[in-house]
């Protein structure tokens, strides 16, 4: 049994360090449109708008039951082939798209479920005082679901940064393909996995971090 290259591993460390910032890049625009688009559709499953509910719970109903990686080389192999104009769409525009509308799907039903946990006297007093639906989503209703929903959504943004490991077989140099790369060159597999499984929990441990705070802050706020 060889012992392991501990210097080898100490200058990976600042090598892979530069490539978290697409890593992060690709997780965060991710999340910005998985969000929008996942309230709009958390908003719809609760109003069951006709026609529409039908074409959003496919959705959800494809995009939570294939593989991300499927998903991943539907958009950028699969789908310039049917769509022209998608033939120069790079790895990671079909990384952010994948991973927009994959945790999507799953955030929706998050969404859905804190909306429908709001108090149906909120609901009542909203339209008592005259509130469109609207404005009661807005005002009364989603800031009051944020607060339950906020925990499992940094969850999601986790499982995001975790997704975006997968960016590598369409061909993305992010951290994982980084590390693909460097241990293909010096066949020291185990080290060069090992650094790059000690960055991502060090990413996964800091945000654990943020969840916690977070959910302090908004039961305190809520007490209030």
Do not use: C
């Amino acid at each position: 049994m060889r012992a392991l290259d501990f210097q080898y591993m100490w200058d990976m460390v600042p090598v892979l360090l530069g490539y978290v910032p697409l890593t992060l890049f690709m997780a965060i625009v991710g999340m910005f449109f998985a969000l929008i688009l996942a309230s709009v559709m958390a908003v719809e499953r609760v109003f069951r708008v006709p026609v529409l509910d039908v074409f959003v719970r496919l959705f959800i109903s494809f995009f939570r039951g294939t593989p991300l990686l499927v998903q991943l080389f539907l958009f950028y192999y699969g789908l310039p082939q049917v769509l022209s104009f998608l033939t120069s769409i790079n790895g990671v525009t079909a990384t952010i798209m994948g991973l927009t509308l994959h945790f999507a799907a799953y955030m929706a039903e998050s969404i859905r479920a804190a909306i429908l946990g709001v108090d149906r006297s909120q609901w009542e007093a909203s339209q008592a005082v005259g509130m469109t639906q609207v404005q009661m989503m807005w005002h009364i209703i989603l800031p009051q679901a944020s607060r339950v929903a906020a925990p499992t959504l940094v969850n999601y943004f986790i499982d995001m940064i975790k997704g975006t490991s997968l960016a590598f077989t369409l061909g993305v140099t992010e951290l994982m393909g980084a590390t693909q790369k460097e241990a293909a060159g010096s066949f020291l597999y185990f080290e060069a996995f090992l650094v790059v499984a000690a960055i991502y929990w060090i990413m996964v441990e800091l945000l654990s971090f943020a969840q916690r705070h977070l959910e302090i802050y908004l039961n305190k706020a809520f007490a209030r």
